[in-house]
């Protein structure tokens, strides 16, 4: 019988080099996609929260007898809810303070230096210094924050008349509903 010499492998075979190479195409075909699409996911997830906060100031607005603010502090790159809120060492002094029942909203930082434009009835409003406020009792104005991102853009609606807001992704979204008079319009005698 004969024997063969015993020899070292000192490469790898083709057929092994292709192998391994079609097993990561189809891994990379798996994760890339997933990994494209993160930062829209992420960026739909930030408006809806921003969404949230709007909603948040609505309610308190509409349902409490303190005043309410809103706020974009770009420093930290947080969307506040404030509450007036009494300094309990001082009588009669207020101060703004965050909502205890409503966290910040913390905007990612890949969004970029300046990713939130507030509009209030339809003037941009630098909200570091002051706040979007509502006193109760008193007419709300006509809020709209918007993010932008690349091409993409959110904008939450909140008119000085709803309930709550609405929210748009790229142009796409329902209009909020606006109250019209009906005598105006000839149609003081429909039936609801």
Not at 23 to 28: C, N, P, S, T
Not at 69 to 77: A, D, V
Not at 89 to 116: C, S
């Amino acid at each position: 019988m004969h024997k063969r010499p015993c020899q070292t492998r000192t490469a790898f075979t083709l057929l092994e080099i292709i192998v391994v190479i079609m097993i990561m195409g189809v891994l990379a075909s798996m994760i890339i996609p997933r990994l494209s699409g993160n930062q829209q996911r992420e960026f739909k997830l930030t408006a809806e929260q921003v969404n949230d906060v709007v909603l948040m100031f609505a309610h308190r607005v509409s349902t409490s007898n303190q005043a309410s603010g809103l706020r974009y502090n770009p420093e930290s790159k947080q969307l506040e809810l404030l509450s007036k809120i009494e300094d309990s060492e001082t009588k009669g002094h207020f101060f703004w303070g965050i909502d205890p029942l409503a966290e910040p909203i913390t905007i990612p930082q890949w969004l970029g230096d300046n990713p939130i434009i507030i509009s209030v009835d339809g003037e941009v409003t630098d909200t570091s210094q002051w706040p979007v406020t509502t006193t109760p009792g008193e007419t709300r104005p006509f809020i709209e924050v918007s993010l932008y991102w690349d091409e993409h853009e959110a904008i939450i609606s909140l008119p000085s008349h709803a309930m709550g807001p609405s929210i748009w992704f790229d142009g796409i979204g329902t209009e909020p509903l606006m109250p019209i008079d009906l005598d105006a319009e000839g149609r003081g005698r429909e039936e609801w």
